[in-house]
């Protein structure tokens, strides 16, 4: 697989092209980061842990050491501050990318996400912006319990002036927070944990395997873009439109070819603004549709997209849109697997979609 | 172990019992006031410490009062600005005229010409006469009670009333509550309806500054009240942690509303003392004393450009009128609190002192008075040729979907064609006033 973005003179010939570039997440979310700072003298980066350390995750290890404390920095233990901080930063004229250590740590953060960085822009008539990227792991799988497991996304999809983007992939990980950090707008960018060194089938009792070996590792080097609002279509099939995004999209995708059902699997990418033609598009297609969210299911986006597709394709649908979701409780530690919405609650979702 | 209770005994057997301690101002509705114990020192007995001082040196200052201005009229002491005539009148001038521009715009709104509105009266000084320390492109990140500053920096009161008339005219097209001004151009910031979020902005923005080694500094303006907001406690970490180049401007008024100054930690304290527990310098000041305000702010200002660190200032002073248009303070305060005030007025004091220099009279006062009311009666009219509130004169229907992105997403655009429709479904022709797609 060739980097999209290299140019025939860059790779001469075969023999002197740069070996293939196989990234984990947060390799890609570093390389991400490095470049953006290195573009744009305005991005700084800044959370707990981030600086000397590189982060719980090692996100932004080593960007400290190369690019100063004046722009890689660590903070107090304050998400107020943090995202306030970023909102006046912004304000002055910086690039600032926070970083919130776990999406469920996020709601002290929430006032000043919500007031303040979502409705800069509106309020004052775009006199002052807030151009700025809160990345967050988020996500569960991983024995996170309640406190690190969640997955907010749905609090911020609610709030306009917000975009949220959540990245499957290590190359779409590296393009989508390049984006998201050169956007005008603020964006919150929720990075799966569960998936940061390799894809989730679902099977927590089978051996994960390492980025490395899917394509999808193949990072290339250097600036490239995903466009925001924009999403990808993992699988191609005519039986039924799966909608998902972070994590999800590879248990989907594993259970779909364990069952052999030829399924569109639309990875969203960008949750707020949506891609609601690609959507339109492959339900109209196929006139079944399922979505999948790790979030709880009482006004999670799930509930969303199924107003949408039923709004937009009911003359094309041949079953009811069906939700498989994270149950309505708290994150449970013991239980996670009865909890998490892995093989056999999609799978029976399946099922009943394609009943007839 | 002998100090630990013993676990048979009866509760609370030999001990009072607890009781909860709920604040209560001295004075409500119908009382006398006595103000006789509030200390406010006596004015020039302050040092006036070098700027670069060390915060931990600076207890009495947190605890204390800056005073400038005495009762006889001068000016006293180390703290004194010395400003020339020519810059005292010019202060006064603007106080004067945010005065007479709040009487006015109050006015508007029991008129019905807007919903909202809300006065600064008693203290003018505290936005004015500090601003006036500041450099023009210094940030300020103001809450909804710092009009002077607009004034002293000369944005023009027409973009003012516009933005409280919600009129054409109106540069946030509509979107904001009355007084919620945005100048970029006069590096102030868009006020915000919650409070205290603005006040860890100030502070990323002076990190920003310092990051890019600029030399322009930040200060922001909270209420006592606002203090108790969590966001109040990051700020003060933030810029102490980063010795950020700010001054957080405390504006103890002794009102948040109804609740009085006790229910944000007054009883037992002083909102400047809380500087010394984050490591950052404290002053408390006369609030209703332009000259200290000026001269603390400068002093502020002068240790945010040579990086010798933050501030925080307390200005102590008294919300003479009620908190907005749609407040009545005689529900919950005596009326004789304002008369009895032991700092004066502001503006009052001002103009004794620059009589008392032979720089002034009360024939200029009276004629500067009638020109600044009959400046915003002049400019108020120009404002409403522009409409008032729900008289139809707004920005076309379609900007309300503008600005919530830099581009308008999908969802955004079928929303504006919907609100459209109804508009022309309930007004076939359009409205007289109404532009096409209003």
Redesign the interface.
Known sequence: MSAPDQTPDQAPNQAEAKPERRLNMIEAINDALDISMQRDENV?VMGEDVGYFGGVFRCTAGLQEKHGK??VFD??I?E??II??????G????R?VPEIQFADYIY?GL??LI??AA???????????APMTVRSPFGGGIFGGQTHSQSPEAIFAHV??L?TVIPATPYDAKGLLISAIE???PVIFFEPKRIYNGPFSGYYDKPVQPWKKFDQSVVPEGHYTIPL?KARLATEGEQVTILAYGTMVHVVEAVCKEKGIEADVLDLRTI???D?EAIEASVKKTGRCLIVHEATRTAGFGAELSALVTERCFYHLEAPVERVTGFDTPYPHSLEWAYFPGPIRIGEALDKILKD | MADRPDPQAQAGHNAPGLSLHVPEPKFRPGDAVDFSHVDVGEPGKQPRPDETCAPETMRDFAYGLVRVLGDDNRAHGPWDPKLDPETLRTMLGHMAMTRAFDERMFRGQRQGKTSFYMKCTGEEATSVAASMALASDD?V?PSYRQQGILIQRGYPLIEMINQIYSNRGD???G??LPI?Y???EHSF??I???LA?Q???????????A??GDTRI?ATWVGEGSTAE??F???C??AT?YNAPVILNVINNQWAISSFSGFAGAERTTFAARALGYGLAGLRVDGNDPLACYAAEQWAANRARANAGPTLIEFFTYRAEGHSTSDDPSGYRSAQEREEWPLGDPVMRLKNHLIELGEWDEERQEKMDLEAAEHVKKVTKEAEANGILGHGLHHPFRTMFE????EL???LKEQAEQAIHERETKFPGGLPNEGKGA
């Open positions: 700084v004046n722009r903070t107090p304050s107020c501050g306030a901080a970023a909102v006046g930063m304000a002055y004229g910086l600032p002290p006032d000043q007031s303040e409705r800069l822009r509106y309020r004052s008539a775009a006199e002052y912006i306009s002036g975009k956007d005008n707008d609002g707020v603004p949506l609601i | 940030m990140f540069k946030l097209k979107r904001q919620m945005s100048s970029k910031f868009t915000s309806g919650n979020t006040t860890p902005q100030a502070v990323g923005w002076a990190m920003a500054s990051i890019k930040a969590g966001d406690h990051s700020a970490l933030f942690v600005d919530v992105f830099e997403p999908w969802h």
